[in-house]
């Protein structure tokens, strides 16, 4: 398994010199140095000479080879630099955001994997009945819905009609329970309508199992079947699904940050793009990539552990 | 139930024992585990308000604001946006300030100075062609406060804060002659201070040797008196009366030479200021918490006002020491209907008015909604100085040059813009149609004027059209219509439908007129680059003298400089540069009023509106009256706070019926399908039982 990681994390490398290579590209495509410049300069008119300032500031007057070589070399050593934008150190806040967007995405991740896994048991449980019926209409009239209407309604029902939760708000320690439970409900109910399908699928592949029927003919009760011995066949399939999300949960989400006012990374990114700020995208677009690659190694590594089948070589 | 459908034929081999026993204790365990769940959802739900702030804290004298986004940067030197100079304007105080209540002319009173600058002639030495010439330029004598304090912050010794002098005040005048420090206003001050852009350049020669800005180099402009650490004086090359309001921007505050070393890049996050407000807490993306600071200079609310205040609760407060709350909280808030719904649960103290509330807000009548009214809200209309307007490129070989078939065809389209349909469709009839460069409030803008080319009529655009040698659009040169482009940079839904509008009303005439879209960058290339037929900009006034508008036409600010349009006429600059030094009397608005006719007769831009907007407050909070150039609201505005703690109970009492309701609709639910799956598992067993017999 050792030599099978150290592999992967080689083949990381290269797919991370590519995509540093795509973004540098891709933004070279979309605005020159001047224009980067006059963006994030807040004169109205900046002279040619600020504008020539700030590239040197921020050494976009060197030959792009040099900017690039050097982009590379510091990303590579984790050293993000300044955003080019209000000059903060990038580090700092992302330290500042993967607290709360990790809080918040910890807790949508968890809770929506157990209510997933809960109401898809009770709806194989209740198979053939119209609990079933019920529950699948239900769940594809969650799928059909727009994440956006979820925030709305969310906001607008317990929020403000129902007046359960603030609106919108954060406060680091204790009290911040308080402010991560609206986007929670908002984040966990937006996905379990796709999530308890698909796991209603697995379960009932499960179910269908030689093995099952063998417990079934032994006289096992249905519940102890589902909860014992199909859930845990169940979950292999329940793993890979999940596991490639881990990076979202530093990496936080867009919408539900921006409504409910939490400070997390979720809108960094789109932030960065909007005001040309090439420091933080190249950084956070490098941080991206890295957790994509380390959610799917530990995917693969998760899948062999749970599945005894599967061996990594 | 389970229990007793168990087939009896159950061996000990196919259920390990602990698996049997964990499942008799299953079902115990499972109900205390619902109980547990249950109770802690009600303790959840007992302590659970949607009140965003601590316990108790809005029953005290804070003012609660909303932020868009983060300031992208809160140092002095350096921020330039109306939501930063909202916090800046709090922490940095400047020699002069604008009276609150009065309006039409704005009025400037001291703040940190001590007594009404100096102004005196003043002669100065420059070499022109080889040859000393002597010139007459001015100087202005300043002199501050005596006792003023900096902040108490970790940049001192003991962090107490020291003596403000007038050394830190000129150190300002340095920041913005250091290169690593992008001063957005350091050209309203290089052309016009002694020696200012010989120090510019001196800086910028050291930077590109990789040495630091020297703070040290004598400026002839910049002196300190030797005998008064509180005196200083500014020399001009020329008389410029327009510096007293430089005086009352945020970049002309005393610095602490001590916070800029010691914070460097982070003083746009971390200030050091002598205001009524300090920083005390910065939460990127989250909040920023202003309090009073102790250190802060006597200062109070005015006295007088205009006619009207007295009467509209402005003058309540009179004489009471500023400011009048102790801590401004600003949440960053990114979206609009957030913001809108917290301003309605009572937990922001004022809101704008946006296009999808003003429904709600506004009556058909233009007055507060009854459901507003009920709520005690009160609106205030904020005018603000700027000008929006449509610049024609005068280098373009269609629309530019100033032949009078030339200033004829712009004359056409000018006259065919109907800005208020624009102002009705697009801002909600908020706003005025502009005539001139100049908005309500700034000296030389005439109620009364009519620009000839500004009063839409589509017969006389067709005539002034058909003069131009385009009879209803068509070239009787070549026989070919007309065709114009329109730059923009319009990707929103709005700002489509405005493009839209014009090309509708442009088109009225005849001429064909097509849309360039652009990314805002490139747009913003194109008009520097003068790649351009036609394109829509805007200018808000950093001061509001006349001035700081009718530059926009003055031939030497050509692009990239403000003047986008490239307007060169010798006499319109002749008049400016006589008008610009001139104080407000009768003669200076005689030149403006001549500048104003020059410029409607050559047609280089078509004046669209000047903007207002609305601004709702919350029924507990007082002294509101928006500022169309000032920033520091802040420290006049007062709150009630026992009454905000009342209203917010009232309005925000938890419903928690349709919770207990919905739980209840899943429990009972359930029962029936619960009921079947016993049923089926008793039919199998019975099966099963029949098998074995």
Redesign the interface.
């Known amino acids: 398994m050792l030599r099978y990681i150290i592999r992967r994390v080689l083949y990381a490398v290269p797919i991370l010199f590519g995509v540093t290579l795509l973004t540098f590209i891709l933004f070279y495509m ?3 140095p ?2 980067v410049a ?2 994030n ?10 504008l020539n ?2 590239k ?2 921020h050494g976009y007057d060197k030959p792009l080879w040099q900017q690039f070589t050097k982009h590379t070399r510091e990303l590579f050593l984790l050293q993000f630099g ?1 955003s080019d ?4 150190p990038i580090w700092n ?1 992302i330290r ?2 993967a607290g709360p967007s990790f809080m918040l995405m910890s807790l949508v991740f968890v809770t929506a994997l157990i209510t997933s896994i809960s109401f898809a048991l009770f709806v194989a ?2 198979r ?4 079933d019926y019920w529950g699948t209409f239900l769940c594809v009239l969650l799928m059909s819905i727009v994440y956006m209407v979820y925030i ?1 309604a969310g ?2 029902i317990l ?13 680091g320690g204790l ?1 911040a329970w ?2 991560l ?1 609206l986007p929670m409900i908002v984040g966990v109910i937006s996905g379990l309508g796709g999530s308890v399908r698909l796991y209603r699928t697995f379960i009932l592949d499960e179910i269908n199992q030689d093995y099952v029927r063998t417990a079934r003919a ?7 079947i589902l909860f ?1 011995h199909v859930l845990k066949n169940a979950a292999i399939p329940i793993l890979t699904s999940t596991v490639a999300a881990i990076p979202g949960l530093i990496l936080g989400s867009l919408l539900l940050e ?4 939490i ?2 990374l979720g ?1 960094l990114l789109v ?1 960065a793009i909007n005001s ?1 700020d090439f420091a933080v995208i190249r950084a956070e677009v490098f941080l991206g990539t890295l957790l994509t690659i380390i959610g799917y190694i530990l995917t693969d590594i998760g899948y062999a552990m749970v599945d005894p089948r599967v061996r990594l070589e | 139930m389970l229990e007793i459908s168990r087939p009896p034929a159950m061996s000990a081999e196919t259920i390990k024992p602990c698996a049997s026993q964990s499942r008799r204790l299953c079902i115990p365990c499972a109900r205390l585990l619902l109980l547990a769940l249950l109770a802690l959802l009600v303790i959840l739900l007992s302590g659970c308000s949607n009140n965003p702030y601590p316990p108790g804290q809005t029953a005290r004298p804070i003012l609660y604001r909303a932020l868009g986004d983060d300031p992208r940067t809160l140092d002095p030197s350096v921020s330039y946006t109306i939501t930063e100079a909202n916090i800046v304007d709090l922490i940095y105080p400047t020699y002069f300030r604008y009276h609150y209540l009065k309006r039409d002319p704005f009025v400037l009173e001291l703040a940190l100075g001590a007594e009404q600058p100096k102004r005196e002639p003043y002669l100065y030495t420059e070499t022109e062609n080889g040859r000393k010439v002597q010139k007459r330029g001015e100087i202005w004598t300043f002199r501050i406060k005596k006792g003023l304090r900096f902040q108490d912050d970790p940049c001192f010794p003991g962090g107490k804060g020291r003596e403000i002098t007038a050394a830190d005040i000129l150190y300002s005048f340095r920041r913005m002659a250091d290169p690593t420090v992008p001063c957005p206003v350091v050209n309203y001050f290089s052309d016009k201070i002694l020696g200012m852009d010989a120090y510019i350049a001196h800086n910028l020669a050291l930077s590109k040797q990789g040495k630091k800005a020297d703070y040290q180099m004598p400026v002839e402009g910049l002196q300190l008196d030797p005998h008064d650490p509180y005196t200083f004086r500014i020399a001009l090359n020329q008389p410029y009366p327009q510096l007293r309001y430089l005086m009352a921007m945020h970049f002309t505050t005393p610095q602490a030479h001590e916070a800029v070393e010691k914070y460097g890049k982070e003083l746009a996050r971390h200030p050091v200021g002598s205001g009524p407000f300090m920083l005390t807490e910065y939460v990127p993306k989250s909040r920023i918490v202003l309090e009073a600071n102790p250190n802060r200079f006597a200062e109070f609310y005015p006295t007088e006002g205009m006619p009207g205040d007295a009467e509209a609760g402005l003058l309540q407060d009179a004489g009471q020491p500023l400011p009048r709350v102790e801590k401004i909280i600003y949440s960053t808030i990114k979206e609009g209907v957030t913001a809108w719904n917290l301003f309605l649960q009572g937990y922001l103290d004022s809101s704008g008015v946006s296009q999808e509330n003003f429904q709600q807000v506004v009556s058909r009548a233009g007055q507060l909604s009854p459901e507003m009214k009920r709520r005690g809200v009160r609106m205030h209309r904020d005018v603000s100085a700027n000008i929006g307007y449509l610049i024609f490129n005068m280098e373009d070989p269609v629309v530019g040059g100033y032949t009078p078939q030339k200033r004829k065809l712009r004359q056409a389209i000018s006259t065919a813009v109907n800005s208020q349909e624009f102002i009705d469709l697009f801002s909600q009839g908020l706003g005025k149609p502009a005539e001139f460069l100049l908005p309500p409030g700034i000296f030389g803008y005439d109620p009364s004027y009519k620009n000839p080319y500004r009063q839409y009529n589509l017969d006389r655009a067709k005539q002034l059209l058909a003069e131009a040698g385009y009879p209803n659009g068509i070239d009787s040169k070549t026989g070919d219509r007309l065709t114009l482009y329109y730059d923009n940079a319009a990707v929103t839904p709005a700002g489509r439908q405005q493009v839209g509008l014009l090309t509708k009303q442009i088109e009225a005439l005849g001429i064909h007129l097509e849309s360039r879209v652009s990314r805002p960058n490139i747009w913003q290339d194109k008009v520097d680059h003068g790649q351009f037929q036609f394109v829509q900009y805007g200018w808000i006034a950093d001061y509001p003298d006349a001035e700081n508008f009718l530059l926009l036409l003055y031939g030497p600010n050509r692009r990239p400089g403000p003047n986008a349009s490239n307007y060169n006429n010798p006499e319109y600059n002749r008049l400016f540069e006589q008008m610009r030094s001139m104080e407000d009397t009768p003669a200076r608005l005689a030149l403006i009023k001549r500048m104003r006719d020059i410029a409607a007769e050559d047609c280089p831009l078509i004046y669209l509106s000047h903007d207002e907007s609305l601004v709702l407050t919350q029924p507990w909070l007082k002294n509101v009256k928006p500022h169309p150039v000032a920033n520091d609201s802040g420290k006049y505005v007062g709150v009630d706070g026992p009454l905000r703690a009342r209203l917010q109970a009232q309005w925000n009492r938890p419903n928690y019926w349709p919770a207990i309701g919905l739980v209840l609709f899943l429990v009972i639910g359930s029962i029936p399908a619960a009921n079947l799956v016993r049923q089926r598992t008793n039919r199998s067993v019975r099966r099963n039982r029949e098998a074995r017999r």
């Open positions: 979309t605005a020159t001047d224009q006059r963006r300069l807040s004169a109205k008119n900046p002279t040619q000479q600020q300032e700030w040197a500031e300044r934008t209000n000059d903060e806040r500042a955001g449980y209740f053939g009945t119209y609990v709305m906001q607008f929020g403000k009609l129902l007046k359960y939760f603030p609106l919108a708000g954060f406060r009290t308080k402010f439970l032994k006289g096992v009760s249905e519940r102890a014992k921006s409504f409910f006012g400070p997390g809108s932030d040309q």
